[in-house]
């Protein structure tokens, strides 16, 4: 595949590697005088199998992300994406709560939360590899998992074509756990339960411990999966190119965190 590498300098936000692993076709930029346009927003159909394939998000433990996730299933629908939302939720979401969520178009599956075992009592990493629960979601070939205080700014259904694990990359080898694309499997599922008292996790939590067994994973653009801060520390330049993302219209940025 040839890359224009004078296009590439126009692109200081996207890692743009694995290349031949994604269809360029979905990134329709177009760049004139220093300025990123978008000549054709649609959305090309992401595969043949719609009916298998999902968002999912998880809450356990507390309420307090329910509005997040209200805002990101009508933030998913607003994108034009039809496919199924489906939220894991435990014991500790109340009624009135499930109601909400259920209104705003999220499917509501019931589970048992899933402590961590390096964790400290009431610490805010105490239950989240209640994510692994994820991969019990076997009635769905796909899933595209989204942290529930995650807003979709564009259509993102073309990643249901990756491969299992697909994410942004946090740091250096590393993989982001916010946004990515996973294949429901109780053979998975089972051995991410096998090997938790034994494998530590980097960062204590659900990031750290997947990146240990997932070595290998597929990267995508960080416009996939954006964290938007109030530039402290950052230089004229970089506030500059922040403010031109964060405005753009049509939106530039997939997801922001």
């Excluded at 499917?107 to 961590?116: P, Q, V």
């Excluded at 740091?171 to 090997?195: A, D, Q, R, W, Y």
């Excluded at 034994?198 to 964290?227: A, C, K, V």
């Amino acid at each position: 595949m040839f890359v224009n590498m004078a296009v590439l300098e126009l692109m200081p936000l996207a890692i743009v590697l694995h290349l031949t692993s994604i269809d360029l076709d979905h990134f329709p930029f177009y760049y004139l005088s220093g300025t990123r346009r978008i000549l054709n927003s649609r959305v090309k159909p992401s595969s043949t199998n719609a009916r298998r394939e999902a968002y999912a998000t998880i809450l356990h433990s507390e309420d307090v992300y329910v509005c997040g996730a209200i805002a990101a299933a009508q933030s998913i629908r607003l994108s034009g994406s039809t496919r199924d939302l489906v939220i894991l939720v435990d014991e500790t979401i109340s009624i009135h709560y499930k109601n909400g969520l259920e209104a705003a178009g999220w499917k509501i599956k019931k589970i048992k939360r899933i402590r961590n075992p390096k964790a400290e009592k009431d610490a805010y990493n105490e239950w989240n590899y209640s994510k692994f629960r994820l991969w019990q979601l076997t009635e769905y070939h796909k899933i595209i998992f989204i942290d529930a205080d995650l807003l979709i700014l564009r259509n993102m259904d073309f990643l249901f074509t990756m491969p299992e694990i697909s994410a942004t990359g946090n740091n250096g080898t590393l993989f982001n756990s916010g946004v990515m694309v996973i294949e429901p499997s109780n053979c998975t599922f089972k051995l991410l339960m096998e090997h938790f008292n034994d494998i530590r996790s980097y960062n204590g939590g659900d990031q750290g411990y997947l990146n240990e067994i997932f070595t290998w994973w597929h990267r995508i653009p960080r416009h996939m999966n954006y964290l938007k801060h109030f530039w402290t520390g950052d230089g004229e330049e970089k506030k500059s190119m922040k403010t031109r993302l964060f405005a753009a219209e049509p939106p530039v940025l997939y997801v922001l965190i």
